[in-house]
């Protein structure tokens, strides 16, 4: 089974941090995705990431990056963290279309 | 401009009956849809898939229909069971972009 890994479960930072969220896949997958839920909301795509050192903005960019230097790894930054960004991020990975596999989420509270 | 919609935040089903979840979007472009299921704490897991050439498809359980011309799916789960009590949520793609675009969610109660 593929596994996508999250760095941590829970984080609680404060308003100005930059923060990092980790993610790594174990499955060689090209394709990997940052996503928020939030209440109401649903999920939403923040970036995504077809191959090494590329990137693409999704839907709600504003106030993050991405880093992508190794296949099996998709980090999310934080530049300055504010209230609005607390959230449950998920990250996930794929090797063709549709094919999601989902982290279990990191819940961030930024104070 | 939320392209696909669950207009039912809350679901509440007795076990055995039939749990009917919906779902809506607004993109005529989007050819494949898709369901996951999400529990607390846990990462969306894949349950079940339609192609737009497609009006239905069955698992077990678990069986999407998709009218086309209403931009409308729906996931039917018969019989529904209390393990089934999670967030579902909807997710279309169009052709060749890989990336998908999830609804709200729908949270399914399954009562005893």
């Known amino acids: 089974d593929v596994k996508v890994t999250q760095s941590s479960r829970y984080l609680v930072k404060r308003t100005g941090e930059k923060v990092f969220l980790e993610c790594v896949q174990d499955?060689?997958?090209?394709?990997m995705f940052w996503y928020r839920q939030d209440p109401g909301l649903g999920l939403r795509l923040i970036y995504f990431s077809y191959d090494v050192k590329m990137k693409e903005k999704g839907d709600i960019p504003e106030g993050y990056s991405v880093s992508r230097e190794k296949k099996e790894r998709f980090s999310l930054i934080l530049e300055s963290a504010s209230t609005n960004q607390t959230s449950m991020y998920l990250c996930a990975s794929s090797l063709v279309l549709y094919g999601y596999t989902f982290g279990s989420g990191t819940r961030l509270t930024v104070v | 401009d939320q392209q696909v919609k669950q207009n039912s935040p809350s679901l509440s089903v007795q076990e055995g009956r039939i749990s009917i979840l919906n779902c809506d979007y607004t993109?005529?472009?989007?050819?494949?849809f898709l369901w996951y299921k999400k529990y607390p704490a846990e990462g969306p897991t894949f349950l079940i898939s339609?192609?737009?050439?497609?009006d239905k498809n069955e698992d077990g359980r678990f069986t999407v229909f998709l009218n086309k011309s209403a931009k409308h799916l729906s996931l039917h789960i018969v019989p529904s069971q209390p393990g089934d009590s999670a967030v579902y949520f909807c997710a279309a793609s169009t052709g060749t972009a890989s990336k998908l675009t999830f609804g709200t969610g729908t949270r399914l109660q399954v009562t005893l």
């Open positions: 499955m060689d997958h090209e394709n």
């Open positions: 339609i192609s737009s050439i497609k």
């Open positions: 993109n005529s472009m989007f050819d494949y």
